[in-house]
């Protein structure tokens, strides 16, 4: 039953209308037939239609349109006994649908307000559910990192106070590698098919990027979790093998990896599987981490402050001088106009502060972490290529 419009009565008017014309201009004369009357057409629609107050007024309409259509008829106001007995049968039959119709209209009101009194209460238990699960996931990583042996590891991990992914990736790599004793460890960020490096200790023999498919080790531990050079060493043809690599993350959600390249421990296995419990640790930190952390910074032209990027360059500086992790600082004049292109041939973690403007030229430092003279080399020949005037330039004298 639909809920009852605020010009029902026209509705209903205008039906009986419709059929008193119709019986009237065409003359059906459907008083000699006691079973054959038009006018319960809209009786019996109305009665399931709306509720019982349009009911009562359609049969009203009923009743008088048809003593209307009787007195107009040649007959005049003589009712057979068939033809009342037969309209009084269909009036009770509305009348009974109608009521019928009402009580499940209002048993399912009824439902439909204890339908929402009982989505409130899921509502409120499902809330519940996730704080009791949140306090019993605590609970059982406390258990597990206890089983492990590794609770005085996560007790100084957790003191990592940083919002910035970079800054607790490095920070998680030279605890844990003085833990374990492993000389040469990185983490890599996992986006789409590639991985980027995001900390680590010394240079990479993966290098500082790479797509999925290039290390056997890596591509392992992205597929079944934990990779291994004795694994593959029959099928390995590159040197730059990493001796381990944990995934960080499930299949369906890959955040990262934690690579090996060497240890001093010869107990390889132990190191394997405190990193695989510390990955599943880390998976959780990520998803809190702030990963796109330059954005806040950036200015409306692309480029970034100064004192930000003076900041980041002496975090870079430490990072080379502790861990030889280098990066490449380069001063370059272009036009104003050709700014844009320059910002799009950046990577997402490079920077780019102005120096100074000289009327339609401006003087710019370009900073580039985890950045050897190689990868700077492949980014200086997209510039010359796509920039029409390009000039490097001493940083010192400007």
Known sequence: MKPRKKSWFVEVLISYGIVFLF??????????????????IPLLIFCVRYDLVVHVFSSILFFTFIVVSKFLSEEGLNFSSDFALANSIMLVISTVL??????????????????????????????????????INSLEQKLFYESTGISSLLIELREIFTEDFEKFAQRFVEIVSEYFDVKRMYVYRY???????????????????????????????????????????????????????????????ILGVITVEETATDNLELVEEYLTAL???????????????????????????????????????????????????????????ELGKLLKILRRNDLATKMSEDGEYLLLKLLFPLCDEIGFNIIKKRLESEISEVEIVDCESH
């Open 98 to 135: 109608s009521l019928i119709n009402e009580v499940r209209v209002k048993n399912m009101e009824r439902l439909s307000l204890e339908l929402a009194y009982r989505n409130e209460d899921i509502s409120r238990l499902e809330e519940e559910v996730r704080k009791l699960k949140k306090q």
């Open 279 to 337: 990955a599943a640790w880390i998976h959780i930190v990520m998803r809190k981490l702030e990963f796109e952390k330059y954005e806040k910074y950036r200015l409306k032209d692309g480029t970034f402050p100064a004192d930000f990027y003076e900041t980041e360059k002496n975090r870079l500086k430490v990072l080379e001088a502790q861990h030889g992790i280098p990066f490449i600082e380069v001063c370059v004049r272009i036009k104003r106009e």
């Open 191 to 253: 986006k789409d098919g590639f991985l980027r490096l995001a900390a680590g200790i010394g240079r990479p023999e993966l290098g500082f990027s790479l797509k999925k498919g290039v290390s056997l080790v890596v591509d392992k531990a992205l597929q079944e979790e934990v990779g291994r050079i004795l694994d593959v060493v029959d099928q390995v043809k590159s040197s730059n093998e990493p001796w381990l690599a944990v995934r960080i993350g499930d299949e369906e959600n």
């Open 23 to 40: 019986d009237y201009l065409y003359k059906t004369d459907v008083f000699k037939e006691a079973f054959l009357n038009f006018y319960w």
